[in-house]
């Protein structure tokens, strides 16, 4: 079972709580022993007893009696310089074996669900923050006299700053063997909470949209490196599943917000607040991150493994008074400047990102979904509200049919996983090209653009309602497919760069998601020259024809991907059973010169 001083409330207030022996490390104890490879000096009596052992008795018995001034200097070399991913060093701190509790991989099976039940929960309720304002825009723009496409900024802006904060190192720090996981997580989420009763108060929307992007800076590290968490836990041959359920967890933030912020406002509407009911869009996202807050302060572990070491190799450096004690993530850290520290940080998001085809491609599919999604909080209205006559909770409502078809979605892909996938790991060792991993997505890049267009040509007042809800509910294995298969095969492409990588899908699909509701309402009123019945279809045909076009990707990256990883220097070859040469800090350190 991992210790609670894994936990961020054991990390801070760890000093305090080691005077008592149940929160103490084992290298905290009074009675502990460490073992004999990690004392001052072994590595030197170590390296003598080998060379004892590979020469005569009277050699070596000549050599210690006329070099020993020189061999005390050779000897501090020694034990200074371990030498970086070297097994066999025995200064190197590592996993007590494979059942080493402090090891995620070795959590029990109840761990890790309680693990993936937190992350769901964080990622869920931040990203609810993004659409819950949706159905209060209209009193927005009332209330503040402006128009519809500057209120919607309300959602654009939030959008759009959990886009820009892992590119400027809220979620690639992460990756730092110091820093780890669930210190960026509970810090970040602290703001977020805090950030959100000004929200509610403030009266002036200079303010308010203001405060909405802080809060979606500072929201960003769940959804950028919520999979890099799920991967620090779960061993390839069960991470998809993982992944999967944590995907779920990232379109359920969306498409309950409007549910919930629709009924809030609603109830406050006839009120004494009147148009500022708005307002109580804002208290339940308040109080829901408030109680995700506690859940994780107290309950959350580490997951990285090289924060979890560097840690233990500092307790058995200070236990043992042997200072050249060090982790893999240590020695790593080591080699590096603070300058080429930071260029990891900022630079090789944008340039995995950006310059890599298959990361790029990959990122402006999800992309598309994303903004197809967030296109749908000004559609919605609009049909829902304006064509069927629903009020604002009602309208809110509409969203579950993507959510419930998530769940369908999530059972087949467990399916195909279970029966088809893993087996074929299994046989092949593990050596299963990461493009096996499109096939959900070839998939769901169908579904996409049969969603849109059977949406927009079914709202129409004299057909039922719950037709154009059918036709969303295609959409839910577009967005399931492209973003769990696209992100698992980004993970198995680049495994050493998870954190970067998906810093890099984010900022992607959050600047098409932020751009989405600042358009399509004109997209969809410009383009209703067709019949007055339909008052989405030609939008939605546009959105579905480029849905449409963007299909061929998966199937591209089927056949095409083998030889564009062997081309990139970031890239894995599962089928030739290592990494590609490591040359991305020279790489990152040219790109930013």
């Given at each position: 079972?991992?210790?609670?001083?894994?936990?961020?409330?054991g990390?801070?207030?760890?000093?305090?709580?080691?005077?008592?022996?149940?929160?103490?490390?084992?290298?905290?104890?009074?009675?502990?022993?460490?073992?004999?490879?990690?004392?001052?000096?072994?590595?030197?009596?170590?390296?003598?007893?080998?060379?004892?052992?590979?020469?005569?008795?009277?050699?070596?018995?000549?050599?210690?009696?006329?070099?020993?001034?020189?061999?005390?200097?050779?000897?501090?070399?020694?034990?200074?310089?371990p030498?970086?991913?070297?097994?066999?060093?025995?200064?190197?701190?590592?996993?007590?074996g494979?059942?080493?509790?402090?090891n995620?991989?070795a959590?029990?099976?109840?761990?890790?669900?309680?693990?993936l039940?937190?992350?769901?929960?964080?990622?869920?309720?931040?990203?609810?923050?993004?659409?819950?304002?949706?159905?209060?825009?209209?009193?927005?723009?009332?209330?503040?006299?402006?128009?519809?496409?500057?209120?919607?900024?309300?959602?654009?802006?939030?959008?759009?700053?959990?886009?820009?904060?892992?590119?400027?190192g809220?979620?690639?720090?992460?990756?730092?063997?110091?820093?780890g996981?669930?210190?960026?997580y509970?810090?970040?989420?602290?703001?977020?909470?805090?950030?959100?009763?000004?929200?509610?108060?403030?009266?002036?929307?200079?303010?308010?949209?203001?405060?909405?992007?802080?809060?979606?800076?500072?929201?960003?590290?769940?959804?950028a490196?919520?999979?890099?968490?799920?991967?620090?836990?779960?061993?390839?041959?069960?991470?998809?599943?993982?992944m999967?359920?944590?995907?779920?967890?990232?379109?359920?933030?969306?498409?309950?917000?409007?549910?919930?912020?629709?009924f809030?406002?609603?109830?406050?509407?006839?009120?004494s607040?009147?148009?500022?009911?708005?307002?109580?869009t804002?208290?339940?996202?308040?109080?829901?991150?408030?109680?995700?807050?506690?859940?994780?302060?107290?309950?959350?572990?580490?997951?990285?493994?090289?924060?979890?070491?560097?840690?233990?190799?500092?307790?058995?450096?200070?236990?043992?008074?042997?200072?050249?004690?060090r982790?893999?993530?240590?020695?790593?850290?080591?080699?590096?400047?603070?300058?080429?520290?930071?260029?990891?940080?900022?630079?090789?998001?944008?340039?995995?990102?950006?310059?890599?085809?298959?990361?790029?491609?990959?990122?402006?599919?999800?992309?598309?979904?994303?903004?197809v999604?967030?296109?749908?909080?000004?559609?919605?209205?609009?049909?829902?509200?304006?064509?069927y006559?629903?009020?604002?909770?009602?309208s809110?409502?509409?969203?579950?049919?993507?959510?419930?078809?998530n769940?369908?979605?999530?059972?087949?892909?467990?399916?195909?996983?279970?029966?088809?996938?893993?087996?074929k790991?299994?046989r092949?060792?593990?050596?299963?090209?990461?493009?096996?991993?499109?096939?959900?997505a070839?998939?769901g890049?169908?579904?996409l653009?049969?969603?849109?267009?059977?949406?927009?040509?079914?709202?129409?007042?004299?057909?039922?309602?719950?037709?154009?809800?059918?036709?969303?509910?295609?959409?839910?294995?577009?967005?399931?497919?492209?973003?769990?298969?696209?992100?698992?095969?980004?993970?198995?492409?680049?495994?050493?760069?998870?954190?970067?990588?998906?810093?890099?899908?984010?900022?992607?699909?959050?600047?098409?998601?932020?751009a989405?509701?600042?358009?399509?309402?004109?997209?969809?009123?410009?383009?209703?020259?067709?019949?007055?019945?339909f008052?989405?279809?030609w939008?939605?045909?546009?959105?579905?024809?480029?849905?449409?076009?963007?299909?061929?990707?998966?199937?591209?990256?089927?056949?095409?991907?083998?030889?564009?990883?062997?081309?990139?220097?970031?890239?894995?070859?599962?089928?030739?059973?290592?990494d590609?040469?490591?040359?991305?800090?020279?790489?990152?350190?040219?790109?930013?010169?």
């Amino acid at each position: 079972m991992p210790s609670f001083n894994e936990t961020f409330f054991g990390l801070v207030f760890h000093k305090q709580l080691a005077k008592w022996p149940t929160f103490q490390y084992p290298e905290e104890k009074a009675d502990f022993k460490a073992p004999e490879r990690f004392m001052p000096g072994y590595k030197t009596r170590l390296q003598q007893q080998q060379q004892q052992g590979t020469t005569s008795p009277g050699g070596s018995s000549s050599n210690s009696s006329t070099n020993a001034s020189p061999n005390e200097k050779s000897n501090d070399e020694i034990e200074k310089t371990p030498e970086m991913g070297d097994d066999n060093d025995p200064y190197l701190v590592d996993w007590n074996g494979e059942n080493d509790p402090d090891n995620p991989f070795a959590w029990s099976g109840p761990q890790k669900g309680w693990f993936l039940f937190q992350i769901m929960l964080l990622t869920t309720s931040v990203y609810m923050g993004s659409s819950i304002v949706s159905p209060a825009i209209p009193l927005m723009a009332e209330y503040w006299h402006i128009g519809m496409t500057p209120a919607a900024l309300a959602l654009s802006l939030f959008v759009f700053g959990y886009g820009i904060g892992p590119m400027i190192g809220l979620c690639a720090a992460s990756e730092i063997p110091a820093i780890g996981r669930v210190i960026p997580y509970i810090l970040t989420l602290f703001i977020f909470v805090i950030l959100q009763i000004p929200t509610a108060l403030v009266n002036n929307v200079a303010g308010f949209m203001i405060l909405r992007f802080l809060a979606g800076l500072f929201g960003s590290p769940p959804l950028a490196t919520g999979g890099a968490s799920v991967q620090d836990v779960w061993t390839p041959m069960n991470a998809p599943l993982a992944m999967g359920a944590w995907g779920i967890s990232a379109s359920a933030g969306p498409v309950l917000g409007p549910l919930i912020g629709g009924f809030a406002a609603q109830g406050f509407e006839k009120t004494s607040l009147g148009l500022g009911a708005w307002r109580w869009t804002i208290w339940p996202l308040l109080i829901l991150t408030g109680i995700a807050l506690g859940v994780l302060t107290f309950g959350m572990h580490e997951t990285s493994g090289t924060n979890i070491l560097a840690r233990r190799a500092a307790r058995l450096r200070k236990a043992t008074g042997n200072p050249h004690l060090r982790s893999k993530g240590e020695l790593f850290q080591a080699t590096m400047t603070g300058r080429e520290i930071a260029l990891m940080t900022f630079v090789r998001p944008f340039r995995l990102g950006l310059m890599e085809p298959i990361a790029l491609s990959i990122n402006l599919h999800i992309g598309l979904v994303y903004g197809v999604l967030y296109s749908f909080f000004e559609a919605f209205p609009i049909v829902f509200t304006e064509t069927y006559g629903f009020n604002l909770g009602e309208s809110g409502l509409a969203y579950l049919g993507i959510f419930v078809a998530n769940l369908a979605v999530y059972g087949l892909f467990a399916l195909w996983f279970l029966k088809y996938f893993r087996p074929k790991m299994i046989r092949e060792k593990g050596r299963v090209a990461p493009e096996y991993w499109l096939q959900p997505a070839m998939v769901g890049g169908l579904c996409l653009p049969a969603s849109l267009f059977f949406f927009g040509w079914t709202a129409n007042k004299s057909i039922h309602w719950i037709v154009p809800i059918i036709g969303t509910m295609l959409f839910s294995p577009g967005i399931f497919g492209l973003f769990t298969s696209g992100l698992n095969y980004l993970g198995m492409t680049y495994p050493e760069y998870v954190a970067s990588v998906f810093s890099a899908n984010d900022f992607m699909r959050a600047s098409i998601g932020a751009a989405m509701p600042l358009v399509s309402r004109q997209m969809f009123n410009n383009l209703n020259r067709g019949p007055k019945n339909f008052p989405v279809a030609w939008g939605c045909t546009l959105l579905g024809s480029i849905a449409l076009l963007m299909s061929v990707i998966p199937y591209a990256l089927f056949y095409f991907g083998p030889a564009l990883r062997r081309a990139s220097s970031y890239a894995k070859d599962p089928m030739q059973g290592g990494d590609q040469p490591a040359k991305e800090n020279k790489e990152d350190v040219e790109a930013a010169q």
